[in-house]
């Protein structure tokens, strides 16, 4: 199966200032891929010459087979796009608007599907008015899928969630690419990106640093896991394992051990415990890093994902 999207080469400048400077991108079919960056760092416009909405200056790009720059429309009726920001018709319902844009597209999915995907159903005949922010954005998320595209560009699009709601959305984007969609997501909440995405870039200063899975960045920044536990006043610590001597108790008393071998150092602490008659290590917690702490490291970047990119 060919690529949803192949990029080579591509750059955009703004006078003086290179936004996107000559990334390669492939990005597989029926995946969630997750575009990450600092504000300024050129994903927005990425994105934008990606939809058809900004003319790159140098590069080859392909979207399902289209050049957006000049394929706009055919590539339109392929692809749905969940802005940043947008605004409902106040006086419509959304079973309306939905109605309204599957006309745009020539296989539409059923309206009452695409409301019961979002979890609009209870409130189709609503206006939109009356309509809750969360509300709001799972109609914007309905009207990205009503034309059953083949690839959905993301854009924050659980902003305004509570918790519950945000795990909703996760199923929702989890059911698109069940059905074969492909899902271009950009997000401030990284978490979602490392719960979602099978493949994440990293871009800054308009270009890719980094792009793999959660696993490989770890591998690529040998980042270490932290095994840490409280143990009991009886216990003589001074037997414990070799790697765990040098180590002195926290204000709390936990004894933590950062890690590049956590499997062999866990297996020697629990045989450890076992021969004490320790059954169970007391608050033991196996930590890795997780996406926020390597995003931060790398790109070293202190500004908040959440707001508005300059480019």
Same mark, same amino acid.
């Given at each position: 199966?060919?690529? #949803?999207?192949?990029?080579?080469?591509?750059?955009?400048? =703004?006078?003086?200032?290179?936004?996107?400077?000559?990334?390669?991108?492939?990005?597989?079919? !029926?995946?969630? =891929?997750?575009?990450?960056?600092?504000?300024? #760092?050129?994903?927005?416009?990425?994105?934008?010459?990606?939809?058809?909405?900004?003319?790159?200056?140098?590069?080859?790009?392909?979207?399902?087979?289209?050049?957006?720059?000049?394929?706009? +429309?055919?590539?339109?009726?392929?692809?749905?796009?969940?802005?940043?920001?947008?605004?409902?018709?106040?006086?419509?319902?959304?079973?309306?608007?939905?109605?309204?844009?599957?006309?745009? =597209?020539?296989?539409?999915?059923?309206?009452?599907?695409?409301?019961?995907?979002?979890?609009? #159903?209870?409130?189709?005949?609503?206006? !939109?008015?009356?309509?809750?922010?969360g509300q709001k954005r799972r109609l914007d998320l309905a009207t990205s899928? %009503?034309?059953?595209?083949?690839?959905?560009?993301?854009?924050?699009?659980?902003?305004?969630?509570?918790?519950?709601?945000?795990?909703?959305?996760?199923?929702?984007?989890? !059911?698109?690419?069940?059905?074969? #969609?492909?899902? %271009?997501?950009?997000?401030? =909440?990284?978490?979602?990106?490392?719960?979602?995405?099978?493949?994440?870039?990293?871009?800054?200063? +308009?270009?890719?640093?980094?792009?793999?899975?959660?696993?490989?960045?770890?591998?690529?920044?040998?980042?270490?896991?932290?095994?840490?536990?409280?143990?009991?006043?009886?216990?003589?610590?001074?037997?414990?394992p070799g790697e765990w001597q040098p180590i002195r108790a926290g204000p709390?008393?936990?004894?933590?051990?950062?890690?590049?071998?956590?499997?062999?150092?866990?297996?020697?602490?629990?045989?450890?415990?076992?021969?004490?008659?320790?059954?169970?290590?007391?608050?033991?917690?196996?930590?890795?890093?997780?996406?926020?702490?390597?995003?931060?490291?790398?790109?070293?970047?202190?500004?908040?994902?959440?707001?508005?990119?300059?480019?």
């Amino acid at each position: 199966m060919p690529p #949803a999207i192949s990029i080579s080469g591509v750059t955009k400048q =703004y006078g003086p200032v290179t936004a996107v400077d000559s990334v390669d991108l492939e990005i597989e079919a !029926g995946q969630v =891929y997750a575009l990450l960056g600092p504000n300024g #760092a050129g994903k927005t416009t990425l994105i934008e010459i990606l939809e058809g909405y900004r003319q790159r200056d140098a590069g080859h790009v392909s979207v399902l087979g289209f050049d957006p720059q000049r394929q706009r +429309g055919e590539l339109n009726r392929r692809v749905g796009i969940v802005l940043q920001r947008s605004t409902p018709m106040e006086g419509l319902t959304p079973r309306e608007m939905l109605n309204f844009s599957a006309r745009l =597209y020539d296989d539409p999915m059923n309206t009452d599907d695409a409301l019961e995907l979002v979890g609009l #159903a209870e409130h189709a005949d609503r206006r !939109g008015s009356k309509l809750s922010g969360g509300q709001k954005r799972r109609l914007d998320l309905a009207t990205s899928v %009503i034309g059953n595209p083949d690839l959905i560009f993301l854009d924050e699009p659980t902003t305004g969630f509570d918790a519950t709601a945000r795990r909703q959305a996760w199923e929702v984007v989890r !059911g698109l690419t069940a059905r074969g #969609a492909t899902v %271009i997501l950009t997000t401030h =909440y990284l978490d979602e990106a490392e719960h979602l995405a099978q493949k994440i870039g990293l871009i800054k200063d +308009g270009r890719i640093i980094f792009e793999g899975d959660i696993a490989g960045l770890r591998r690529e920044m040998e980042t270490e896991t932290r095994i840490s536990w409280q143990p009991p006043n009886e216990l003589d610590l001074t037997e414990l394992p070799g790697e765990w001597q040098p180590i002195r108790a926290g204000p709390d008393g936990r004894l933590s051990l950062p890690t590049q071998s956590p499997t062999v150092d866990l297996s020697r602490l629990i045989e450890w415990a076992r021969q004490r008659g320790l059954d169970e290590i007391p608050e033991l917690q196996v930590e890795r890093p997780d996406l926020e702490e390597m995003y931060l490291e790398l790109v070293d970047d202190s500004q908040s994902l959440g707001q508005a990119e300059g480019s």
